[in-house]
């Protein structure tokens, strides 16, 4: 987590200094009427990469935009929402994973675990990070866990940490027991 650091600047404003995860530094000075300036540091520099001024109002659109209000990232690998005791995730199949080659029906998946299946999103990744390929929304008990597919599924928190699990490669789960 980055560790923000707070100074008054009489007469001038405020300064607020962020040391990211990767040792760089960002520092915001919020001016008494209303201007900003952002200066990044890379780790273990003096000197400022950039510096950009912004006006009141571009700085409060661009904390906008930072802060997800008009766009939230999805990552398909695993993404987690909990409501109440119900938790839906984003799990990719992999290669030599327990349900490889296996079907809905056949694990008997929401009789015997506890899981929903709500899609299967079948294809891999452009170059640009972008997944290619046909979703397959509720499929039926026919579809087949396929490695490079990914999977959305629905069920409580310790049911899919199991599925979760049924996902990963043998080997995956090898060297977490490992650790």
């Known amino acids: ?6 100074a008054e600047l009489p007469g001038l404003g405020k300064k607020y200094e962020i040391t990211l995860e ?17 200066y ?23 904390g906008s935009i930072i802060g997800g209000s ?4 999805k990552m398909l690998e695993k993404l987690e929402a909990a409501v109440a005791d119900l938790h839906i995730e ?42 290619r390929g046909n979703t397959r929304i509720n499929p039926g008990p026919s579809y087949v866990f396929t490695p490079g597919h990914t999977v959305v599924a629905a069920g409580t928190k310790e049911k899919m940490k199991l599925f979760e699990d049924m ?11 490992e650790n």
Not at 1 to 6: P, R
Not at 40 to 61: G, K
């Open 90 to 131: 984003w799990i990719a199949v992999k290669e030599g994973a327990e349900v490889a080659g296996q079907s809905i029906g056949e694990m008997r998946l929401r009789k015997d675990h506890g899981i929903i299946v709500i899609a299967a999103i079948e294809g891999k990744k452009d170059a640009r990070k972008v997944r």
């Open 167 to 177: 996902l990963k490669s043998k080997k995956d789960l090898e060297e977490e027991n």
């Open 40 to 62: 990044h540091f890379p780790d273990a520099e003096e000197d400022p990469l950039s510096v950009v001024t912004m006006t009141d109002i571009e700085s409060r659109q661009l």
């Open 22 to 38: 990767n040792g760089d530094i960002v520092s915001v000075i919020i001016h008494d009427e209303g201007t900003r300036e952002v």
């Open 70 to 73: 008009f766009y939230q990232p």
């Open 1 to 6: 987590m980055a560790t923000i650091k707070e």
